[in-house]
């Protein structure tokens, strides 16, 4: 059983630049959520995908868009980049319509200067 | 608006020196609460879902419990090992609400 995969895993990025993250869900999990955690601060929801569609989103500005493709993974695509997104941005897989823990990955480190 | 809020912010304990993290939750359609374990640098690692209040559930050094306001998080007898930030997590199928944790460090 494979674990969730994220890439890459250190960016770095000028303010108003696009950057685009990738992952790859846990083997038989159909469900990948994103999270945003700050230096210090617990992550935060930005968005979930399921069936290749956004099933929940949280406080964040439709600069942040995500996709899901037919094999579960997904990617996380930040627009306009601002100081303020330097962050670690987490990938979770789960299985929808089970209230479980996630599976996380391990995350990518955004330094945006 | 969902809340999560956790305490201390940061234990520092002797080997051997058990303790209780507490998490006081205040989200709506809570269907699960988590527990997960971070290290410097890494994902979160699920440690453990509670569904309802009175249940408790034990992992090693480590049992949480939960009432219908408050989890705890009991380590009995930590080793340096265990140093780590705790997680706490409440949601159901969509959004999951975090605590900013508490950062336990074990001395030996």
């Known amino acids: 059983e494979t674990g969730v995969t994220q890439s890459p895993t250190h960016l770095i990025k000028t303010r108003g630049q696009q950057v685009t993250l990738r992952c790859s869900s846990q083997?038989?999990?159909?469900?990948v959520s994103w999270y945003q955690q700050a230096l210090g601060q617990g992550p935060q929801f930005i968005f979930q995908?399921?069936?290749?569609?956004?099933?929940g989103r949280g406080n964040f500005p439709p600069r942040f868009s995500g996709l899901q493709f037919p094999n579960y993974s997904s990617e996380l695509n930040v627009n306009a980049l601002e100081l303020d997104d330097s962050a670690l941005y987490l990938c979770?897989?789960?299985?929808?319509?089970?209230?479980?823990?996630?599976?996380f990955g391990s995350g990518t480190r955004l330094t945006v200067v | 608006e969902d809340q999560v809020t956790q305490s201390p912010e940061a234990l520092r304990l002797q080997e051997g020196e058990s303790s209780s993290l507490n998490c006081s939750y205040t989200?709506?359609?809570?269907?699960?609460l988590f527990w997960y374990r971070q290290d410097p640098g890494k994902g979160p690692e699920f440690l453990f879902t509670l569904y309802s209040a009175g249940e408790e559930k034990e992992k090693e050094r480590l049992k949480a419990t939960l009432t219908k306001k408050e989890s705890f998080l009991h380590i009995t007898a930590p080793k340096p090992e265990d140093s780590a930030t705790y997680l706490c997590?409440?949601?159901?199928?969509?959004?999951?609400?975090f605590g900013i944790g508490t950062k336990l460090q074990v001395i030996p």
């Open positions: 083997s038989g999990h159909n469900t």
């Open positions: 997590a409440g949601g159901g199928y969509q959004k999951v609400t």
């Open positions: 989200v709506s359609g809570l269907r699960g």
């Open positions: 979770a897989s789960s299985l929808q319509d089970r209230v479980n823990g996630y599976t």
């Open positions: 995908y399921y069936r290749e569609e956004e099933n």
